[in-house]
C-alpha cells in the first residue's frame, strides 16, 4: 500500500517551454500533497503544499507564478513549471499524505522524483 | 542554524556491521520523527516512523528518540550492500499534513 506514481520520470526542454509533472497516489486517497526540489547532494526543499479542491500554500522563495500547482482530484496532482529556464533544472519529488493505512501511520509517502533538464 | 542537523558523510562501513546515523534538531515543537532510504535517483522510501521519545524497532533496523538532547538515530543491524543508499532523517510538528523539515542526508555505503 501507500504507492505514489510520478510521470514523466526525466524530461529535457528548451528554455521558454513548460513542462507538466504529474503526480499520482494508486492506492489510497490523498487530500494533501506536497511538491519537493532537490539539488545534487542536497537534501528535499519544500515548494508547495497542495490540497484537494484549493489553492496551493507555497513556501517562501517560490514563485507562485513559475510553479502552478493544481490538485483537481484526491489521487492527482500536477505540477506545471512555466516558462522554464536552466535553472529550474532539478530533480522534482511529490509526496502524498496518507492517513493511517496498513502501517498505522499518518505521514507522507514519496513519487519517484521527476528528473527536469532545461536546455 | 539549521533546524535539522544531519552529518552527510560519506559513511563507508563493512558487511555485516552495525551502522549509526544521527541527527539533532532545535525546534522542540517537533514530536514524529522519521527515516526514510533514498536510493540514487529515485524518491524517498519510509523506513521507520515514531512518535514522540523512545525506541521502535522494525527487523534490521531500530529508531530511537530522545526528546530531552533533541537527538535521534537509526541503527542498521547486519548492514549489507543493498542498504547503501542516503538516509535523510525528518521531522514535523504534527501528522502527516505538517510540513516535514529534513536533513541533509548522510551517504552510506556497505562494502562487501
Known amino acids: 500500500g501507500a504507492v505514489v506514481s510520478q510521470h514523466p520520470s526525466r524530461v529535457i526542454c528548451k528554455s521558454g517551454t513548460s513542462v507538466k509533472i504529474e503526480c499520482r497516489s494508486l492506492d489510497f486517497q490523498a487530500t494533501t500533497m506536497f511538491w519537493y526540489r532537490q539539488f545534487p547532494k542536497q537534501s528535499l526543499m519544500l515548494m508547495a503544499t497542495?490540497?484537494?479542491?484549493?489553492?496551493?500554500?507555497?513556501e517562501q522563495g517560490v514563485e507562485k507564478d513559475k510553479f502552478l500547482i493544481n490538485h483537481a482530484s484526491l489521487t492527482l496532482s500536477t505540477l506545471t513549471v512555466t516558462s522554464a529556464h536552466p535553472e529550474d533544472s532539478s530533480f522534482y519529488i511529490c509526496s502524498a499524505r496518507d492517513i493511517g493505512g496498513q502501517r498505522g501511520t499518518d505521514t507522507q509517502y514519496f513519487g519517484p522524483g521527476t528528473r527536469l533538464t532545461v536546455l | 542554524q539549521k533546524e535539522v542537523e544531519q552529518d552527510p558523510g560519506p559513511l563507508s562501513v563493512p558487511e555485516g556491521a552495525i551502522v549509526s546515523l544521527n541527527c539533532t534538531y532545535s525546534?522542540?515543537?517537533?514530536?514524529?520523527f522519521m527515516w526514510y532510504r533514498q536510493y540514487s535517483r529515485k524518491g524517498p522510501e519510509l523506513l521507520m516512523y515514531t512518535y514522540s521519545s523512545g525506541n521502535k524497532e522494525d527487523g534490521r533496523f531500530t529508531a530511537q528518540v530522545d526528546k530531552s538532547s533533541k537527538y535521534i538515530s537509526l541503527f542498521i543491524r547486519d548492514s549489507q550492500p543493498s542498504d547503501s543508499a542516503t538516509y535523510l532523517c525528518?521531522?514535523?510538528?504534527?501528522?502527516?499534513?505538517?510540513?516535514?523539515?529534513f536533513g541533509q542526508g548522510t551517504r552510506l555505503t556497505i562494502n562487501p
Open positions: 525528518a521531522m514535523s510538528a504534527g501528522k502527516g499534513a505538517q510540513k516535514l523539515v
Open positions: 497542495s490540497n484537494e479542491g484549493s489553492k496551493a500554500t507555497y
Open positions: 525546534n522542540s515543537a517537533f514530536q514524529y
